[in-house]
Structure formats: structure tokens, C-alpha cells
């Protein structure tokens, strides 16, 4: 297995090392928000000093390994000079040989006390193909990991754009989790059937294609829904299937007038998906267009599936979902460094702070 750290953002690679030091060493670190660091990405304090263990985390994962080693020795070096750790490990994306290794351990005598204190992209997939609980926690890295992304191009449909390996990476690249992610998995994993509703342009599709790129990765097969009848005639029995189904009131609403049991083939075809722990529907609607089909509708509106307890609406993205929406638009621009940092130092870097992945899976 191995693993796009391309796709993280510097906080992202950050908290990556942050859960495999502790697990390797057995030590909670601290961890700090965006800004002048110091020399400090990580640290562990003792009673006896302040400055037991320092990390510093540097993906350098485009810019490679000559840009690395001038940092270090430009920049980085003077710092550790002055914190005087007793144990100093370099994290990095950059692949390293022995060689490489040497040369940095070298630099930073006596600070770097081993050659397994200095942890390059192999050293990386290494243990997390051991530890695969991690790799969980990590949605982006685990959607990226070359095992699951080949499930999710063999489940999905040649000749889509949202489904070829350049779009999900670069979609997987710019998503940032938040609450609405997690209600949507959970509600989809309880009654099979999801409904995304909200405003024009506010990110339905987004977290529709997200959340179908982790069923494809477990295994179900891919089918998108242009009407409700095709839908019927595409189920097969015993076969994992996800349905989706984007904007499905935009392309229908006049259907509920016109064509007849449209409305009553909707509320049959999402009742048996409910029942089958092989399938998955979802649905991407504006709210105006749901609001208009219930109340034209006796069937939708008198059946017995409650739409609203299947239901997540997008809002509004908090000030903190902004900024790291931002955040990665920025970091993964092409804009060059400079202009990077005026943006995460000085406008909006004390938003950028720690944020605690957990582990969300669809079965």
C-alpha cells in the first residue's frame, strides 16, 4: 500500500505525525497552532525540561529534497541550536536513503540522536501499512491509499469526470470533513437512504461524491439515476449497489404532474433500499424544489418515510469551516510561498488550528 501525502495540507501532515510519534514512542505531544513556530511543530515536555523532545514536520513533499536539506541548514539548524533538546526528529514526505539520512543526522549533531529519528515518506508508509487504524482516522490519506482508490475507480462509472482519478484527487485535496459530513454518514449507515438538501452552490454535490467515494471503497458498485423507473429495472438482488441520484427534483418535479405514479414509484423504490443492507440511495435536492414536490405530492407527503429523519441540510459554513475551506483553496494554489504566508500568518492563520479527525467508515 502506499499513499498520496500530497493531499494533506502542512496541518493535516502535522496531526499525521503527531498520532504515529505518539504511538511509536508512547508520548502525548503538544501541538500548535499556525504561525512563527520556532523550530517547534511538536513537543514533548518533562518535569526535568521544558524541551525533552522536539519535532519538526516538514512535508516538502513537491519541492523536494535538495529544498529541504537548504532549509534545514539555512533556517532550521539555528533554532534547534537555541531550544537545545535532548532528542530532536525530523518528519518528512521526502523520500530518504541512507545517504540522505547521514547528512541530515550530521546537521544536527548531537540533537538527532539515531537514524530512526529521521522519518522520510518510506519510513512513513512502512508503519502505516501496520497500522492501519490510523490510516482510518486520516480520511484524506485513507481515500488516497492506492488499494482503496483502485476499488473506488473499479466500482465507479468510466467516463464520469467526478470519478476518474484525477477529479477524486483533486476533490479529496480541497474537502475538508465537518459536521455535515458526519451526520450524513451516520444517517446513511443507520437507514441506507440519504437526502442532501440545501441552497444553489452551497456543496451538495461535494459531500454526495464524498460520501460515494467511501462506499466504492467498500465495495459497493456504482450506479447514477437519471429516473426513477431506470433505477428499478438496475437493482440487483444480493449485489452491493450505492444509487445516486444528483439534483433528482430538478430533472422530475414536472414529472409529479405529468407522469403518472412518478411520486408513488419514488416512495416504493426508496422503502426497498431501506430494507436491503446491500444498497444505498443518495439524493441531492434544493430545498425549494422539496418544499414544492411534498406539497404537490400527496403520495411523498402522506408515505411513510419522513424525509426530514433522512435528512442533512447544508447551512451556512461556520467561520472556522471557512477558514479551512480557505485554507487549503491557498495552500494548494499555485501561488508561490510569499503570498501563501501573508494569507495564513497575518489574515487568517489563528483560525487554522489542531482539528481532531476521527475514524468515519460507511458499511
Known sequence: MSYDFSLLNDKDFELLANDILSRKIGVDFQSFKKGIDKGIDLRYASNNDENEIIVQVKDYFVSGLSKLKSHLKKLELKKVRELN?????????????????????????????????????????????????????????????????????????????????????????????????????????????????????????????????????????????????????????????????????????????????TDAAIVDFIERIKADRNKRLILTCRTILLTQATEESEKIENSKIDLSKHEVTIEDYTNFDKAQILYNHIYFSKLRNEFKDVFFINTFGFLVQSINLIPIKIN
Request: glycine share 6%.
Open 85 to 261: 533538546p535532548k532528542r530532536y526528529i525530523l518528519v518528512t514526505s521526502v523520500g530518504l536513503n541512507p545517504a540522505n539520512k547521514e547528512d541530515i543526522k550530521k546537521m544536527f549533531s548531537p540533537y538527532i540522536q539515531n537514524m530512526n529519528d529521521i522519518i522520510g515518506r518510506d519510513d512513513l508508509t512502512v508503519f502505516l501499512s501496520r497500522h492501519p487504524d490510523i490510516v482510518e482516522k486520516h480520511f484524506k490519506l485513507w481515500l488516497s491509499g492506492t488499494v482503496v482508490l483502485k476499488r473506488i475507480l473499479r466500482n465507479g462509472i468510466e467516463g464520469r469526470s467526478e470519478f476518474v482519478e484525477a477529479g477524486i484527487l483533486k476533490r479529496i485535496r480541497i474537502f475538508v470533513p465537518n459536521s455535515a459530513h458526519s451526520i450524513a454518514v451516520d444517517l446513511l449507515n443507520k437507514n441506507h437512504f440519504l437526502l442532501i438538501t440545501g441552497a444553489p452552490g452551497i456543496g451538495k454535490t461535494t459531500l454526495a461524491n464524498m460520501l460515494t467515494y467511501q462506499l466504492l471503497a467498500e465495495g459497493f458498485k456504482l450506479t447514477f439515476v437519471r429516473n426513477i423507473f431506470e433505477a428499478e429495472d438496475l437493482i440487483l438482488a444480493g449485489k452491493k449497489q450505492v444509487f445516486y441520484f444528483d439534483d433528482f427534483l430538478g430533472s422530475i418535479t414536472m414529472d409529479l404532474k405529468s407522469a403518472q405514479n
